[in-house]
C-alpha cells in the first residue's frame, strides 16, 4: 500500500517561514514527479511547485522567489520551503507524486492527506 504523509503546516505570522515535508512509504519502485497543490474552500485545487527526479522545478508565479520545492529521493521525501509568506498563502497543502508500486506497470498518481497552512496578518 503507497502512501502520501505529510508533516508541517500550522499557524504563522505574515513574513514568517513554515517547511512542509511529504515522505512516500510503502512498495515502491520509482518515484517520478513530485508537487504540492493547495486548496482553498470550494475553489478548484492549484500547482504551487513541481520538481522532477532530476531535480528540475517550477512555480506558479504567486510563490516565485519566496517558496523553494526539494526533493531527496533516497529518503523518498519532497519538501517546501516557504518563506515570506503571507495571508493570501493561508490553504490545505497537498503533496502529490507520480509512483511506480513494485509489481505495476503504469505509474499511478497518488495524493497526501493536506495539511492546513494559516498564515495570520
Known amino acids: 500500500q503507497v502512501q502520501l504523509v505529510e508533516s508541517g503546516g500550522g499557524l504563522v505570522q505574515a513574513g514568517g517561514s513554515l517547511r512542509l515535508s511529504c515522505t512516500a512509504s510503502?512498495?515502491?519502485?520509482?518515484?517520478?514527479?513530485m508537487g504540492w497543490y493547495r486548496q482553498a474552500p470550494g475553489k478548484q485545487r492549484e500547482l504551487v511547485a513541481v520538481?522532477?527526479?532530476?531535480?528540475?522545478?517550477n512555480y506558479v508565479d504567486s510563490v516565485k522567489g519566496r517558496f523553494t520545492i526539494s526533493r531527496d529521493n533516497a529518503k523518498k521525501t519532497v519538501y517546501l520551503q516557504m518563506n515570506s509568506l503571507k495571508p493570501e498563502d493561508t490553504f490545505v497543502y497537498y503533496c502529490?507524486?507520480?509512483?511506480?508500486?513494485?509489481?505495476?506497470?503504469?505509474?499511478?498518481?497518488?495524493w497526501g492527506q493536506g495539511t492546513q497552512v494559516t498564515v495570520s496578518s
Open positions: 502529490n507524486a507520480d509512483i511506480l508500486p513494485y509489481g505495476s506497470k503504469p505509474y499511478m498518481n497518488y
Open positions: 510503502g512498495s515502491i519502485s520509482n518515484i517520478r514527479a
Open positions: 520538481i522532477s527526479s532530476s531535480g528540475s522545478t
